[in-house]
């Protein structure tokens, strides 16, 4: 019955696209003209942008052999119908849109609730521009709709996509645009792909100075008291070198452990979240983080707090995170709900501290305590600061929020079949365990872009610490379906999931999917994850060099139908082969002997010599004495060498200097 109802709605929503397009501009004999090829749902376009686009894309197809549409629908609108994919070839498919008998084009739909563009190509269009591009020309497009509405979206589009082929295959001749569009204000396009790129780094540098400055704003509201300039501590903070002159103009009495702030007043929303007295981070560092922290804050009311210092002033780490979190107003909520992680860089107490409370307190388990420190240990002993802090705010929100600190909302439960959907931006290699460098991410990613569109097939990596409460199986499928990822309809791809938890070696699981699946027999699957585990651990390959390996044998796969087998292998199964054959000789001997006569063990070769030609006697050696010398050979000493068993100090539950419980974890390093 739902699914009767859906395909209802399906066949309603692209009804009301096919009756918004009638009557349309003429076209030539390969392509349909009963409808217009622009259509907006939501009422954003004019007459005369309709006309203009419907002009346009009716000239893309005559120059390129393959149809365009354009359309704006809302993400909302497409999922009552099946999704976004469904909707725009339903569209398509319905108009009888599409160049020559095979209906080449490409179905473009433009979503201005989220602002998203997603371009589908249909039948041999798909050869005229890789996902590449396709991803680029989405990345820019949107960017156009503050100044000229929906019609800058999808004109943009067309211009791009114009544009591009343009920039392979020379200029096309252009239609002089008719009376009622000549004053049409229309936006101008980047030329060539190195334009488009840089164009697509400019809008994505302004979207996140932007998004900095508007969480700046929210969060840089300062008190109306004076803060020392010397440290630029905030009144509240117990710590710090600024301390000694809050110290003295307070007296001599002044409690170092308290603030200006009573801990059970309410807190503190002017408050900065990122406190970096031990300079461990850069000034840009920092605003992204303090950008990550409120982000979080808002979204589920859960206050992240970093601090460093250089000393931790003659208290315990756990006391100073405590405190700090506790005297400066911090905190969601009547339960002031939120953590704070101090890094101490003091030398011989070097280490660092999370202090929990509010909801999050009970929360935070040793067992998840032991999995979260892991990996910041990992990112501190490394220098990498501000990787190790983002990660952490991460683990933190993800334990809050599933009880995991590398759960993911994807991973709740199987993606539905009838939501899925193309994503030609969502990126190939995805480093959730922190092991690949930018520079190896690029790289790799280069590579699979060349053999994914010699082969038409999707290809994807992802990095994780380990697979939670599902196998691992489970959990690359839900990973590759919740993500957009595959080519055609029947989304073919091959996805390489390596899973490396905290101090273990590597598992690499792949898995195929659409043609994929059937490319990859479980000799394919399980010699190319053996041999890629290999590569991983072995202490004398990078992982560049690791991955890059990797895919020379999927590209070997896809040519031959089979990964290659290395060295090692090969002399296995020729030292096997060996042996059997070994085997094999040893029982035809045996069984030869059998046939033949047992000897018979005598003193010497009498029953061989003729009687009387020769006179033997037995002889026998006799020993008189005998001499044994013995000498000490002391046991040779063994070093005994310890390893950090993986275990953080926790506590389930303590107090600072307040009355306030919270619950921790830290190690040193």
């Known amino acids: 019955m739902g699914r009767a109802i859906k395909s209802m709605a399906q066949a309603g929503l692209i009804l009301m696209l096919v009756i918004s397009c009638v009557f349309p501009a003429l076209a030539d004999e390969n392509l349909s003209n009963e409808f217009y090829r622009a259509v907006d749902m939501t009422g954003g376009l004019s007459d005369a942008q309709r006309n203009t686009l419907d002009s346009a894309c009716l000239e893309f197809a005559e ?71 396709l991803r680029l020309i989405s990345r820019i497009a949107p960017d156009y709709e503050e100044e000229y ?89 117990a710590y710090g070198h600024e301390l000694y002159e809050r110290i003295e103009s307070c007296g001599e009495n002044a409690d170092p452990t308290r603030g200006a702030t009573d801990p059970e007043t309410e807190a503190d929303e002017t408050r900065k979240r990122v406190s970096d007295y031990a300079d461990l981070l850069t000034d840009e560092e920092e605003e992204k983080l303090e950008a990550k922290l409120t982000a979080i804050r808002r979204e589920c009311k859960l206050d992240l707090v970093f601090v460093s210092d250089n000393s931790s002033y003659g208290k315990d780490r756990s006391v100073y995170a405590a405190d700090f979190y506790d005297y400066n107003g911090y905190g969601c909520g009547g339960d002031f709900n939120g953590s704070c992680l101090f890094i101490c860089m003091e030398e011989g107490n070097r280490g660092f ?54 759960a993911y909302e994807w991973l709740q439960s199987d993606y539905p079949k009838d939501q899925r959907a193309h994503d030609y931006l969502a990126p190939r290699v995805v480093d959730d365990n922190g092991m690949l460098s930018e520079e190896t991410v690029k790289h790799i990613t280069t590579s699979m872009e060349e053999i994914a569109k010699a082969y038409d097939l999707d290809l994807v990596i ?158 026998k050696d006799k020993f008189l004495s005998t001499n044994t010398v013995r000498k000490y050979n002391p046991p040779s000493s063994s070093s005994s060498s310890s390893s950090s068993s993986g275990r953080s100090s926790y506590s389930r539950s303590y107090s600072g200097s307040s009355s306030r419980s919270h619950s921790g974890s830290g190690r040193s390093f």
Request: charged content about 30%; proline content about 3%.
């Open 63 to 133: 120059n390129w052999k393959a149809d365009l549409s354009l359309a704006v629908i809302t993400e909302e609108r497409c999922n009552e119908s099946g999704g976004i994919e469904a909707t725009a070839k339903g569209y398509y498919e319905d108009c009888g849109f599409g160049y020559g008998p095979d209906k080449d084009g490409f179905s473009v739909i433009y979503d201005p609730d989220n602002d998203k563009e997603y371009i589908y190509p249909i039948g041999k269009a798909a050869e005229l521009f890789d996902e590449k591009q």
């Open 149 to 237: 509405g929906t019609f800058g979206p999808l004109y943009m589009t067309y211009r791009l996509m114009n544009n591009l082929l343009e920039s392979q295959y020379g200029k096309q001749e252009q239609q002089e645009a008719s009376e009622g569009t000549k004053d049409l204000a229309v936006p101008k396009a980047p030329e060539t792909e190195s334009e488009m790129i840089a164009k697509a780094d400019e809008i994505e540098e302004e979207q996140q100075a932007a998004e900095e400055a508007k969480a700046s704003e929210a969060d840089t509201e300062t008190d109306t008291e004076t803060v020392p300039e010397s440290g630029g501590a905030y009144e509240g903070i």
């Open 353 to 406: 501290w999370t202090a929990n409370t509010g909801s999050m307190d009970p929360k935070y388990t040793q067992e998840l305590a032991d999995k979260s420190d892991d990996v910041l240990y990992s990112y501190v002993t490394q220098k990498r600061f501000f990787d190790g802090v983002m990660s952490w705010a991460d683990n933190m929100r993800r334990i809050y929020l599933y009880g995991h600190p590398f």
């Open 462 to 619: 992802h990095t994780a610490y380990e697979s939670y409460e599902v196998d691992k199986k489970t959990f690359a499928d839900r990973f590759y379906e919740s993500h957009g990822y595959g080519m055609g309809e029947d989304y073919s791809g091959i996805l390489i999931t390596v899973f490396k938890p905290y101090g273990s070696s590597n598992d690499v699981v792949v898995t195929g999917y659409g043609r994929g699946e059937e490319i990859l027999t479980d000799t394919a699957k399980d010699r190319l994850a053996w041999r890629l585990e290999g590569e991983l651990d072995s202490d004398s390959t990078t992982k560049e060099e690791a991955f890059s390996k990797g895919l020379s044998w999927v590209k070997h796969l896809l040519q031959t139908g089979r990964v290659p087998r290395s060295g090692l292998s090969w002399f296995f199964s020729t030292a096997f082969e060996l042996i059997v054959a070994l085997i094999i000789a040893a029982i035809m001997r045996s069984h030869a002997k059998k046939k033949m006569d047992t000897p018979v063990k005598a003193e010497n070769a009498e029953p061989y010599l003729v009687k009387g030609s020769l006179n033997v006697q037995y002889v």
